[in-house]
């Protein structure tokens, strides 16, 4: 009798360390690692720059993606907006000529996206702009970038991070509907 008490306390003494590792590794992938692992980088299916567009020719990010100030997403640019300046401007250029070909055949570019929150988060890009966090908070210095790379965790912690830098909300339900 003595010995099946010693077993089932040393069973639950186990079961409790098992998970309370379990816990804690996740709260570390919550807080601590990046919200994608996958590539910072990604090659695109057309090679845009946006050192060139952004930084030396000075299109406001808004341009492009023109939803970011009025919902939740900041959405990418369709073909015709790409359009709308390269049928005049570098039409010539083989990439134009890869953006014409999507536009000839009714195709949207299937743009390889960079920042992704789980879907568990509630981020609207919107609600941010408006209180004056700007794109480069969140996604460096893009107007520099060829080729854009994710610089930032985007995790719960660096959230958190710059929630209580800038005395937004911590609340859970602030981001988590």
Same mark, same amino acid.
């Given at each position: 009798m003595k010995n099946t008490r010693v077993v089932i306390f040393?069973?639950?003494?186990?079961l409790a360390t098992a998970v309370t590792l379990l816990v804690f590794y996740n709260l570390g992938y919550i807080f601590y690692f990046p919200a994608s692992s996958d590539d910072r980088s990604p090659a695109q299916p057309i090679a845009f720059s946006h050192r060139l567009?952004?930084?030396?020719?000075?299109?406001?990010?808004?341009?492009?993606? @023109?939803?970011? /100030?009025?919902?939740?997403? &900041?959405?990418? #640019?369709?073909v015709a907006l790409c359009r709308s300046c390269?049928?005049?401007i570098a039409a010539d250029r083989p990439?134009?000529?890869?953006?014409?070909?999507?536009?000839?055949?009714?195709?949207p570019i299937p743009w390889? @996206?960079?920042? /992704?929150?789980?879907?568990? &988060?509630?981020? #609207?890009?919107?609600?941010h702009l408006n209180a004056g966090v700007y794109c480069d908070q969140c996604h460096g210095n893009?107007?520099?970038?060829d080729r854009v790379e994710?610089?930032?965790?985007?995790?719960?912690?660096?959230?958190?991070?710059?929630?209580r830098r800038k005395s937004a909300s911590i609340d859970c339900w602030t981001c988590h509907r």
């Open positions: 040393l069973a639950f003494v186990l567009h952004a930084g030396e020719r000075g299109i406001h990010c808004e341009y492009c993606h @023109r939803s970011a /100030r009025i919902s939740s997403t &900041a959405g990418v #640019p369709d390269h049928m005049y990439v134009i000529k890869d953006l014409s070909r999507y536009w000839i055949e009714g195709r390889v @996206r960079v920042h /992704r929150l789980p879907d568990f &988060a509630f981020f #609207p890009h919107r609600m893009v107007a520099a970038m994710r610089v930032s965790g985007l995790n719960m912690g660096w959230c958190l991070d710059c929630h």
